[in-house]
């Protein structure tokens, strides 16, 4: 089965441009996280859909930052504008149901560099 | 609110070392609790789980047993290798009101020498 799908795996932009992360969960799972990773904060929950539906964002550093979640195949974390500070690896994830017993599946990452 | 803390690291060893990397946590309720692997340059796996208190969980020769007692999920290893170079998080996944989301620990970096 294929695991969480996460693009662009690399990304490398100027500040002030907007960077759109993309990821598509597990089929059949109905939470999704989107979480950020830094050296100075380790992991950190952004903001997680449940159904499609945003549950918690108040990880969401700034209004810069949003995240979409169309259907239920496909999810979206936007960065508008970007800024250096926002260099970082985000990390999609999925999981069936919100039972705690269920194993969270997380992508490769993509490795945001804002220059 | 939930919390992992981890040992402080970075943690270096001779390879067949025995490893041990301390986890405590703290939770309303009766968290499951995992550990995650992260190789260099790739995202976050699953190394094992323990969903209920005096539950082990293993995976790969690796080892952590759910102590409610104590509030640890303790990971260890008997014999490292090299290829087990990697970062380590220690996370609890709780119900009620945290509607499921993963509170991870702030990591350990492990290296093993030949």
């Known amino acids: 089965d294929a695991g969480v799908i996460q693009s662009p795996r690399h990304e490398v932009t100027e500040m002030g441009q907007e960077v759109t992360l993309r990821c598509k969960p597990i089929s059949g799972h109905d939470y999704l996280f989107w979480y950020r990773q830094t050296m100075m904060r380790g992991l950190e929950l952004l903001i997680y859909?449940?159904?499609?539906?945003?549950?918690?964002d108040s990880g969401m550093p700034e209004d810069r930052f949003s995240a979409k979640m169309p259907n239920a195949s496909f999810s979206t974390l936007k960065i508008q504008p970007s800024e250096p500070r926002d260099s970082a690896v985000y990390f999609c994830?999925?999981?069936?149901?919100?039972?705690?017993?269920?194993?969270?599946?997380f992508g490769e990452g993509s490795w945001l560099t804002v220059v | 609110g939930d919390s992992v803390t981890q040992m402080e690291g970075p943690v270096t060893l001779s390879e067949e070392a025995f490893l041990t990397i301390n986890c405590t946590y703290t939770a309303t309720g009766y968290p499951s609790l995992f550990w995650y692997v992260q190789y260099p340059g790739e995202g976050l796996q699953l190394l094992l789980k323990?969903?209920?208190?005096?539950d082990k969980g293993s995976n790969k020769g690796f080892e952590a047993t759910y102590r409610k007692e104590t509030t640890s999920f303790h990971l260890e290893k008997g014999s490292v290798q090299v290829s087990d170079s990697a970062v380590y998080f220690c996370?609890?996944?709780?119900?009620?009101?945290?509607?499921?989301?993963?509170?991870f620990g702030q990591g350990t970096i492990l290296t093993v020498h030949p």
């Open positions: 994830a999925s999981s069936r149901d919100r039972a705690y017993g269920n194993t969270i599946y």
């Open positions: 323990a969903t209920k208190a005096d």
């Open positions: 996370a609890l996944r709780a119900g009620g009101t945290s509607y499921g989301k993963l509170t």
């Open positions: 859909f449940n159904n499609n539906v945003p549950i918690d």
